[in-house]
Each structure stands twice: as structure tokens, then as C-alpha cells.
């Protein structure tokens, strides 16, 4: 305790001896520090080409605090600004992001809908926007706004929903990759994604826009308005900004080639019996079912099946996966539920400064937004329901089946497909507020202290949900004595209840209505409805507060060096963090019907409220040592280093450092590098998230038909663990397991003894801008990132694959997996982080821009950015097999955009082509060691051919009118997907209009 805090009293004392430092030399920024693009070019509102501003002003780039030219910056950046986000037609920014190579793999809306939930999260996910660099995951993503940390949406995570940032206030967006922990703190091991917002606003702005499918539906509606004013002869202004973004749901019959009778999946070949030509192990079948459950319910009497309507039950064919194709049983195709979630967003902004002196420049920054997300994804079911044979519901054939067989009840596994889907509304609410005091303290030295509080209010109302008391209540059917019609046998005789009264005073003024389930579609809207829980709401609150201070400026009041004088940052910061989940009553105290929220029967399955918080005090520093300038052979040669003490309330001290370096031999060339020290300390939710429930769909890698699809060890290891518990390895296969195709339960927790995680970057690179090409910008940049003691969190289908696909059973993911005794067959979980893991990638970027003013010809604008991934693999324990993730979906190898825009007068039109490569279906080790594993064409997912056009008439200044269509050819998922490579939402039309502008 002394320890930590003789820490912290020497990084508090540390910026205060720092404030009357003397320094150097360019006029404080008014303004936070935000970043020029290195070799942007392209439209007005964008930064102009490095060798055409190399007159103007030094600016602070991302990834420095330390104000030089944009193209001395030592660290790539790849930057895009707003009329790259308006020509490209998205009003959903992270889905414009996933056109930049490094973060293809970020989660937009489309992948927060339905049954997807980003991280396994059960509870306020709906509709979130992640962004994912180098697919390293986005808990190591760090995204600023305005170079400052903002606060996190997702419940017990730092992850930023990018829907709280407006569209259209975004002035430029800057990719950094790597290194930048020793400058902005813990989080950014991939990287930073820094919102550089518009600033000095003098006018009025507007933007409409609008759009639809070219099937009619996924409608949006989209509209800002902006008005700002200079005042106090410019030492002053105040800008207020208002966006709504509206988007319409998707949902999966909607599209012709998802629905049952359309789609095709890959599942295990039951006829494989070794290599043949023309025979795989995998293969594709069609109207894939769940077998032992049907929309009317599965019944067994006396050794026969039947359906809940009295038909017999058709089983179907048998295929692999624990599945059957076609017959009664319930299709698998409906069980995903919405493609895109119905949206609506509300954003206001204030922005506002007020410079006082050179001295003493404040500025303020509040916003409020406010984002609903709502969807709806698979369906209840009654697993099983009991029915004593006085139900006057059950057809004949049923009862008279039963009473030959001498049963007095009969069970029904029942898949709700009629009943409203299981569904989620979320709205999150987001407050910030930024208050910044910044002023030059001398003529060599500039402060900046700055307090930003931010807040994320998550109303989560789960939608559709059955009351345990109420729905059994109204299963149990009698006939009414008095009437002769069914009635709930509680209404009759109260103390008949199969679960004790909650919600309900039982007896004949309860309301309990009966409720059919024998076929699909009899049911009475209204007992269900009186069943169903209509107030399930729980409540989350996540909230950040930073006070930073900082002093920059350079020693040139003291001496300089040939190219100058050497520059510094330094300074401290202060951050706490905390997150709270709150359930409803309803979750914890298991008042839900089955699996509507859970299994309420298996004890291991607890929603419990969730409280955690930290905080953590640093130190940071950073120089530039400009070494030469304007000499033969060193244009310009420089040197820098930054570093960040932290010391963190959960895992102590922490370090971050990075050392730089740029050389232009002459102006037209310039070669950068950096090597550095990159750290992430836990966050909440892997430290102090409470026991939580989570179910999942096993395909187990012990099955007799995937034991050749892992590693060299798996099929030694799942031998010898099955005869463990007493099972029989000849006959472990899907179709003999009863559980195959169901939903098992298991429970998610944090881990309190978890450490940061370390990973050391370098980057190299060149920037080429040949003064016989004016306008042309040219960079290309390798990374290479290595993570130790990686945080990993793996969701339970792979813990159950790296089980058995380590070197020995003796692993920490088999003690996650349990397993039944006398079979063998998985029937619980647990999933928990652990530092286990260690990950490394590397790969090229590269980025070109190039502005041709042809005269009359117009002008041509052509951007490209690239991406070479060179390795991404994961070693999950240590010793384990590195597994290769290079080439798998979202990692493709090959990866580009090219923009090129062309402008004549008043008219603009804008083309953008988003390609990356093939990857693969299946994982490396399944199919190198089996050649015969697929067919050719089924080992890898297609390629992205994604094209967008847009045409813009400016018919006068301050008006334009614009459309465009995305997806122009009409790409479709591949086959057995629905969202990759691309979406389902097919072509897309849309029209807008701007009115206004800067003054």
C-alpha cells in the first residue's frame, strides 16, 4: 500500500514540477491534440498533400503528443475523411471502417442482430458497433475522439459503441497500428482509431439522406443539422449539432436463398468410408432439421413418434452433425432470426472554446445520444412440457395411443415457431462532457489539463419471455364442469399448481387463460400473451472519468541540435473506470420458463448482478530528437522515445515504451520505423464479471468424424478420454449422442488473478512523394505484433477443441468442459479468461493517394489502401500447436480498397471497390492433413467483389443533390452463410441532400 502510493505522489508530483519547466516553441494547440493524415489527399475538407503543405504550421499527429510536420511522423497512419464517409453512402460508420484492411474483421450491425451477440454477450449487445484492428479482438482496439479516451458501451468492457459517435460531425478518421500504449495508456496493443470531430464551424449544414434494398426493405433514414458561430473577432466559438440515423430491421425469410427450403449446409458425410474419388468427409445438404422436435411437438407412446397434431412423426434422413434432412422435425434455417437489428439514433452535440490570452485558451465539449436497438433472434421451445391425459387439447389419436400403451401422461419437445420470437430491445444513453484548459506558459512551453466524464446508461428489456408460474399454469388444461369448455385446472382447484404463484393469485378471477399446443398455430394469442412477461427490464451502467495533464513545447530556449530543437511531452493522468449490470427479478430469481432465458432447472445456471470498478494513475513522457535537417542526404533525420508508467488498482505497475526514428535522405523519400512495449490491463468484465449463464451448440471435436480435423494429438487424446468416463470411442458420434442437437447449459465468470498482457511492436516503413508527381503519396509499412500472456476467452466450441488439441489432457480447457459419466458426451461448461494465450501477426500496408488536376479534364481524386497479412496465429497454452488464422473469415491474406473519385464543375462521381481474397471454410489442420476433407470448391468461402458508385450535382454552393447504389452487382453470401463475405442485404439504393456549409 505504502508502495503504490509513493507511486502515485511521485507521478503527481512529476506534472507539477513539469508545469514551470522552460520550453520551446510552436503556439500551444487551442484545441486537444488530433492528427493530420501522412500523404492525404483529395477533397477540400480533407488535409492537403504533405508536399504541398510542408509551409504550413506543425500539427500533432495520432500516436504523438509532440507537434511536427504530418510527414515526419514516425508511425503509419491511415486516414479518411468526411467526404470519403459521405461518397461511400454509409451512414453507419463502422461499416465504412471495414473497407480499411486492418479492420475488416470490426463488428457492425449486421453482426449484433439476430442470434449474434459480439462476445458471447446475452444481456445489452443488441445493435452494438465494435471496431476490430489487425483481428486481435475488440477489447484491443483503443478508440479516441479527438485524441481522448471516451467512454464504453458494452457492459463490463472498454469496447466503444462507434453508434455514440455522429456521423456527420467526423472531420477525419486516423488508423493507428500498434505502439500506442506508451502514448495513450492500456488498450491500444492493436492499435488506435482516433475521431477527429469538425472544430470552428461558422454556418448552417444539413444532410438527408435516404435509402432501401432493391427488394424494398433494410429501409434508412438518415438526417444532421449543424449550425456554428466565430465570435470575438474568432477568439471564440460555439457549434450545435443534431444527427438521427434510423434503420429498418432485416430479417432472415426475407431473403429467398436463406429460407428453409433454400438453404444448404455443410455437415459431416455419414457415407464417408475413406479416400475415394468424388468422396469428402464433408458435404452439403439441404432442409437441415433438429431432429426430437417438431412446431407441433415430438412425442414418443409406447415405442412410436408422433407429431403434437396426432400425424406420425417423419424422421427424415439422416445426415451428419447430429442433424436430418427434411421430415417433421423443425428446420434449422429459422433459428437465426434478424439479419439487422431496427435502429434509431438521436445525437446531439455542443462544441464550443473561448481563448481568453495566448495564455489561457478553455474549451468545452458535451454530447448526448441516445441509440435504441431492438431484434429478435430464435424461438422458445418446451423441453419437454407434461400433459396428464385429461387435457382436452390432446387429439384423440394421441390419448387413445397413450391409454393402450397404460401411460397417464404424455411428454411433448416443442419448438415454438409460431409464438413471437425470443427477442431484445436495448437503449443506451450516452453523456460526455470534456472541459479543457490549454495556454502558453512561456514562449518554449504550452500546458493542456483537461477533465472528461463520461456515462452509458443500458435499458435492456428482454422481449417475449414466458413466466415459469403462468405459462405452466396455463399448459395444465382441464375441462370446465360447469361449461363444458377448457379452462386452466389452477382456475378450478388453486392448489394444483405445478410451481409455486409468483406472478399470479391462482383461482377463478386469476386470468389464466388455456393455452393448445398440440399442432402449430392453435394457441390463443391472448393466453399467451398472459403468460409472457412484459416488464423484463434490467439496467446497466457503465461511467469514465479522466483528468490529464500535460506540457509540451521543446528546450530551444536552451540549445538545439542541427535539425533543431528537441521537443517534449510530458505529463500524468488519472482514470476510473467502473461498470454495474443490474437483472431484473425475473433473471435472478428464475422466474422465466426454460430456455426462454436459460435452463432455470440446472443449478449451474445463475444471473447474478455484476459490480466492478479500478483505477489507475500514470506517468507518461515522449521526445523527438530532430537530429539534421535540410542537409545532404538527412532532408530530415530524427529520433524519438515515449514511455508510460501506470500503476493500476487491480494489477499493479505497469510499463509502456516505444523508440522511433524518420530519415528522408531527400524530400521526396522518407523511411520510418518504431519498436516498442505495448500493455492491456484487464478490464472489467475479465476480472469481475459474476457467475452468468450461456448456453451453446457442440459440435464435438471427439466424434468419431472429427477426430482427423485438429490437431496431431486429438484423436490419441479424445480415445483416451472417453474410455476415461466410460464410453465406448468405436460408436461416439454425433447421431448416437441424445443431446446432439441441443443447447447445453454452462456459466460464464471473470477471473480476479488475472495479469496484463504484454506485446512488443515494430513497425517499418517508407513514404515516397515525387516532386515529378505532384499530388502522388505513396507509403507501405510492415507491422509485426507479439502478445504474451494474452487474455483469452475463448467461447465454449473451441475450449472443447483445445482440449484435446493440446499435448496432454492436463490443460485448463478440459477442466472448463464437463462431460457425462458412463457416455462420455458433453453436458456442461464453463468459460472464464485466462493469460494462456500468446498471439502474433504481421503484415503490409500499404496506402496510396494520388490528385490529378486535369483542367478542363476535371479532377481525379484515386486513393487505394491495401493490406498483405502475413501471419496471424495463436498459441493457446503454452507448448500447444500455433494455430494458423491467416486466411480464415474476416483474415483474409489479401485485402484492399480502391476509391478513385472524378469532379468537373459541379459535378462528382465517386466509385469504391472493396475486394479481399478467398479464405478458408475450414480450419488449416483439417485440411492439409486431408486432402479429400471437401470438395475443391467448397475448402474456401469466395471472394469479397464489393462495388459502390455514387453521383453528386452541386447545383449551387450551398446545395447539392446526390445518389448512389451499394453492392452494385448484387454479391450474395456464399453458400451455407448468411453474412460472409458479404451480407444478406443485397443491393442498396439511396439518394440525399446537402444543403450549406462552412463560411
Partial sequence: MQDKASCRAAIVAGVLLSSIGQAAAQEAPAQPPVAAPVGQSGSDDRAAPADQTSGSADIVVTGSRITRPDYAAPNPIVSFGAANIQQSGNTNVTSFLQRVPALTNSVDSTQSAGSDRPGGQLYGAAGLNLLDLRGLGTARTLVLVNGRRHVASQIDSAAVDVNAIPTDLIERVDVLTGGASAVYGADGVSGVVNFILKRDFDGVTARAQMGISDQGDAGNRFASIGAGRNFAGGRGNVTLFYEYNADSPLRNDDRAFLRRENRRYLVPNLAYNGPAAGSYQQVLAGDLRYPYGTPSGYIEIGGNAYNGDGTRYDPGTQVGGGFVSGGSATPVAGYVGDLLAATERHAVNLLTHYDVSDAFKLSLEGKFVQSTATTFGGFSGNYPAVFTLDNPYIPTALRNAALLAGETTIVSNRNNTDFPRLGESDRRRTWRGVVDASGRVTDHAQYDVSLTYGQTDVRITKLNSRWNDRFTAALDVVTDPSTGRPTCRSNLNPAALQVPAYSFTPGAGSGCLPLNTFGSGVYDPAALAWATNRDNVSTARLTQTVVSAQLTGD????????????????????????????????????????????????PNYVISRSRGAFDVWEAFGELNLPLLKDQPFAQTLSVGAAGRLSDYSTVGRTQAWQFNGVWAPIRDITFRGSYGQSVRAPNIGE????????????????????RNAGSATRATNCVALINTLGGNPATFTANNNPDAAVLINGSRTGNPGLKEETARTWTAGTVLRPRFLPGLSVSADWYDIRLRDAINTADANTIANLCVDQPTLANVFCAAIRRRQGTGYINGFSVQPQNVASFRTAGLDVNLSYVIRASRAGTFDLRFVGGYLDRLEQIATPGAQPEDQVDQPGRPKFNFVASPTWSLDRLTISYNLRWFDRTRRFPKAATDANPDYAAPDLLRYKELWQHDVQVQYAVTPDFALYGGVNNLTGQKPDVDSYDYPIPSLGRYLYIGVKLGGRR
Fill in 555 to 602: 528546450f530551444g530556449a536552451l540549445f538545439t541540435l542541427p535539425g533543431g530543437p528537441i521537443q517534449f511531452a510530458v505529463g500524468g493522468e488519472y482514470r476510473r473506470e467502473t461498470s454495474r449490470f443490474d437483472p431484473n427479478g425475473f433473471l435472478t430469481g428464475k422466474q422465466w420458463y426454460q430456455y426462454d432465458e436459460g435452463d432455470s432447472f440446472d
Fill in 687 to 706: 476480472l469481475f464479471q459474476p457467475t452468468s449463464p450461456t448456453t451453446n451448440y457442440f459440435v464435438d471435436p471427439c466424434y468419431l468424424e472429427n
